[in-house]
């Protein structure tokens, strides 16, 4: 099994990182339909729910599926090329999520001592250890909790949780006004979300306003941002 050989953590993050190559991918293209299923997969894979798993192999079966996806090349980009590469995307996805479902114990194996919740995971912005809670920050940006928030804000919480075993970097300009964006509306909205998020109590969104307010402080001293979160932990 998949488990016994390969490190789980490893495949687990070659995973999310090999999700979120393919859904910039689709999105680039057009494709915001399959971004969106491959979305939600990846929120309940990242909460080490084997559901996600079951969800996003489903989307390969049958007609009109992933195996049949066609995504139409736009601006400069070269249909041959575009086809192959998403091909590939598709086929590692596929098997780093085959091998994880052969042993779904594996998943049940990444429970942190040290937070609330087996779904939390620090991550380091600047070499400042934010609340665990943060990794699931992009979950503002999902499922309609704040329809008010920008396209291109909600994908960048997207894209700040993405970080697991890899380092990600941006620019300050472009990270302040969007996270004051998130801020002001999280603040705003506090009582629709707690009603919202039946799963998320008051002390995790106030993690989610501290690691709003830590980002923008950091980024308020520096033009560029890097952040990271650690396979183990």
């Keep these: 099994m998949a488990g016994d050989n390969i490190d789980p953590l490893f495949i687990y993050s070659s995973l999310c990182e090999e999700l979120s190559l393919l859904m ?9 339909c399959w971004h969106s299923q491959l979305r939600e997969s990846m929120h309940l894979v990242r909460k080490k729910d084997i559901r996600g798993l079951d969800k996003l192999l489903s989307l390969y079966g049958g007609m009109g599926s992933l195996n049949d996806l066609v995504v139409r090349a736009t601006n400069q980009h070269d249909q041959e090329t575009l086809t192959n590469e998403v091909g590939t995307r598709l086929a590692r996805v596929y098997g780093l999520a085959t091998q994880l ?5 594996t998943l049940k194996d990444w429970t942190p001592s040290k937070y ?3 779904w939390e995971r620090p991550i380091f912005f600047e070499g400042i250890e934010l ?3 943060a990794i699931e920050i992009d979950v503002l940006g999902m499922y ?9 804000a909600s994908l960048w919480l997207w894209h700040f949780t ?3 075993g890899v380092e990600k970097s941006d620019e300050s300009a472009k990270i302040i006004p969007l996270v004051r964006e998130v801020l002001g509306l999280v603040t ?5 979300l707690l009603n919202r998020l039946k799963q998320t109590d008051g002390q995790t969104l106030d993690e989610w306003i501290l690691t709003l307010n830590t980002i ?10 890097t952040w990271t979160a650690p396979i183990e932990y």
């Design 188 to 192: 705003a909205n506090r009582s629709r």
């Design 216 to 225: 923008l402080e950091v980024a308020g001293r520096q033009p560029y941002c």
């Design 24 to 32: 910039n991918l689709l999105a680039q293209h057009g494709e915001h």
């Design 131 to 133: 609340p665990g809670s």
């Design 144 to 152: 309609g909790h704040l329809p008010e928030m920008s396209e291109e």
């Design 162 to 164: 993405i970080c697991v």
């Design 116 to 118: 609330r919740y087996e």
């Design 101 to 105: 479902q052969r042993d779904h114990r």
